[in-house]
């Protein structure tokens, strides 16, 4: 017999997306839960990387959070790029993307296993919030109407036991295979690569004769391997070929065949992991129907190139999280909602940029190495690629509505991410906004505006949803906000992008934006 239940928000999926949704709604006080297929969590994975501007929203949650993670991965400062000419020919761009000049805290990629990634940021959301995936259970059936969803759940740690959920919002977070986007009818256009086998093989090396502290992207004209060191001593390998890997009955030998062609005496050991897949690009044409949302892998796959899969997903679950938070409790308008799709799909189109540009340098094979390699040596292509792999450039300012009329000054858009910097007192920037709120960064010149008492009364009416940050203009926050002689406000979103901004004189203009997107 089904039982009955209700929640305010479903999450269908407990992998990166979901769990960080699950975080950022708890919070917020939002109740939700999440349920996963799986009958508990993965111990593998193919994604190993961790991005500069996912590290930055990870310290905005915690201070602790980032700590803990920094202690148990790999900084890696970027890529190495090793060729293979068609006569055998070895050459090498060192780096060939670097990430140590990525404006950010966090200049560098992070390596360690997605798996692991999860396991650490379940751990603080159970330590700190109480808060658990319920694993082997199915998500079957999702129907809407006029006042919410009903998920049909079906539990196999309970013998099959179906329950039907009532929720108001429904968030599929249950991978490239949906089954929530195909119940909801959304539909995900897309491609494979064909004749394109990819392979992973986590195992030890023996000799290996480079720097683990930089990922090697391996080519030729047709084949490609990459290189990274993992936490444990063991290497992530990953490699492209046009079958003919795939077709060897034993992969450490087609490793080692490619291996062999970059590097001289290199000994493959003990195999950790291995897994064998074909590459697909898609892309949702829509990321909501209703009051059923898509983020993370429901809503785009993409090429591995990059490492820009699992952060992608988990900045999906940060844009949407503190939205469905707002209006769940009442203190924004559901058409916060749509900003959603509208800020986030955009960003997805970029992340297929990045990857695919990738992919045609490192697994366009059968084409010409030389011609294939000539992009590396292009700096303002490089610069495109780092920066969006890292996401540090990723901008929301073509994707929303900036109010006309407002005087322009220097400093960061609205839509562009708040950056960083250090404080004379010690502290960061960041640490100031480390809160569920928005963050109202108001900074006081010598121009004779009180800019403290100019924002008193809009604190006091919107002091639940908006902390409030006076600041002097000195060149510790001039140099990441802009030099300007006249007293200004920058409003950032609990997902660290500026919301609105404007200079002192012009309150009035931030009361009416406030007016417009919270209900207080």
Known sequence: MATASEVPILIVGGGAAGTILSLEL????????????????TITSRAITIHSRTAELLERVDKRLIDRLQA????????????VDGAGARSEVRPGMDFTAVDSRYPYILIQRQSETEDLIREFLREEYGRETEWDTRCTDVTQDEDGVTATLVHGDRGDEEEHVRCRFL???????????????????G?????????????????????????????????????????????????????????DPDPKHAFRSILDKHFDGVGLGDVVWHSKWEHKLGLAQTYRKGNVFLAGDSAHVHPTTGGQGMNCCMQDAFNLGWKLAMVETGRAHPALLDSYERERRPIAEQVLWAAESLQDVFMGHGRDIAERSRQIHDPEWLDAVVGTCSGISYTYRDYVDAPAGLTPFAGPAIGDRAP??????????????????????????DDGVDISSVS????????????????????DIEDPYGADPRSRFFLVRPD????????????????EYLEEQFTL
């Not at 250090?422 to 809160?435: A, E, F, K």
């Open 26 to 41: 708890a919070r917020h006080g939002v109740e939700a839960r999440t349920v996963d297929k799986l009958a508990s969590p």
């Open 72 to 83: 148990q991965t790999i900084q890696n400062k970027g890529y190495v790029l090793h060729f």
């Open 171 to 189: 968030v599929a977070c249950d991978g490239a295979n949906s089954r929530v986007r195909e119940a909801a009818g959304l539909t995900r256009e």
């Open 191 to 247: 491609h494979g690569y064909a004749g394109m086998v990819l392979q992973n093989m986590d195992a030890f090396l023996n000799g290996f004769p480079d720097v683990d502290d930089y990922v090697h992207y391996c080519a030729g004209t047709d084949h490609f391997v990459m290189v990274a060191r993992l936490p444990g001593g063991f290497y992530r390998l990953l490699s492209s070929d046009r079958g003919a890997m795939a077709a």
């Open 420 to 445: 960083d910097g250090d404080l004379v007192d010690g502290r960061t920037i960041y640490h100031l906004m480390r809160h569920p709120r928005f963050t109202l960064l108001a900074i006081q010149t």
């Open 456 to 475: 008193q009364s809009i604190r006091r009416r919107f002091k639940p949803v908006m902390k409030t940050v006076v600041l002097d203009a000195m060149p």
């Open 496 to 511: 660290g992008y500026i919301g609105f901004r404007c200079l002192a004189s012009e309150a009035a203009r931030l009361e």
